[in-house]
């Protein structure tokens, strides 16, 4: 059997709890036809580059698979019919990868942010950017 790895789009108005249900279904998909679902990431609701079929944003969700490919091909043939799936991408690689993928370590990283030295959060910057010097208050001519 192949290994692939695919990265799911779904649309924005969709609740968390059907985006686990379209990827279970899925994966039911995979394991009929003799693959399996080594890891599945939820990576949450995220900006999209540009619109797509009228959305901003959507629910991204990452499948490590190990099937043959005609398994493969029936779950993109499935994905193109439902009407919640904006864009997919499967890719063959040759090794799985382990833990977990770097987009959720980049957000861990952003969730952390600094500390103080007492344990409180820094606090965010006042005012706003591009704010200089010459703002418009205090400017003698």
Known sequence: MSLYECVVIARQDIA????????DELANILSA??????KREYWGLRNIAYRMKKNRKGHYVLFNIDAPSAAVK????????????????????EELEEGPSAVLQSKNQRDERPR????????????????GPRGS???EA
């Open 16 to 23: 968390a709890q059907q985006v686990e249900t379209l990827t």
């Open 33 to 38: 036809l003799g693959g399996q679902v080594t």
């Open 74 to 93: 029936e779950m993109e043939r499935q994905m193109s019919l439902n009407e919640d799936v904006i864009r997919f991408l499967t890719i063959r690689v």
């Open 116 to 131: 103080r030295e007492d344990g409180e959060q820094r606090p965010r910057r006042e005012g706003g950017y591009g704010r």
């Open 137 to 139: 208050e205090g400017v």
